[in-house]
């Protein structure tokens, strides 16, 4: 027995009669729409994972570097606001 259609629980006469009542549902001129849709969703994935997989890989092989801080230094920014004082 094919081991796909064992861990589905489906037999062979079972896996016929879902294929023609699939076949009648939809009709022969849908069924390859169906088939061509889900490869290129396959493909879609598959491609998109390949890619994370990569940049998951990039990410581990880069060094990591600490960003350099842009605020402005507080002791020039103090000398250079002016101060008022209250007056009474």
């Known amino acids: 027995?094919?081991?796909?259609?064992?861990v589905?629980?489906?037999?062979?006469?079972e896996l016929v009669l879902v294929l023609v009542v699939i076949l009648v549902l939809f009709g022969a001129?849908?069924?390859p729409e169906f088939a061509k849709g889900l490869g290129k969703?396959?493909?879609?994935?598959?491609?998109?994972?390949?890619?994370v997989t990569e940049e998951i890989e990039?990410?581990?092989?880069e060094p990591v570097h600490t960003p350099r801080s842009?605020?402005?230094n507080t002791s020039q920014e103090t000398s250079a606001t002016p101060?008022?004082?209250p007056k009474a």
């Open 70 to 72: 842009t605020s402005p």
């Open 8 to 13: 589905l629980g489906l037999g062979g006469g």
């Open 83 to 85: 101060t008022s004082t």
């Open 58 to 61: 990039r990410a581990g092989e």
């Open 29 to 31: 001129k849908r069924i």
């Open 41 to 51: 969703g396959i493909n879609e994935f598959k491609k998109a994972s390949r890619e």
């Open 1 to 6: 027995m094919n081991t796909t259609f064992a």
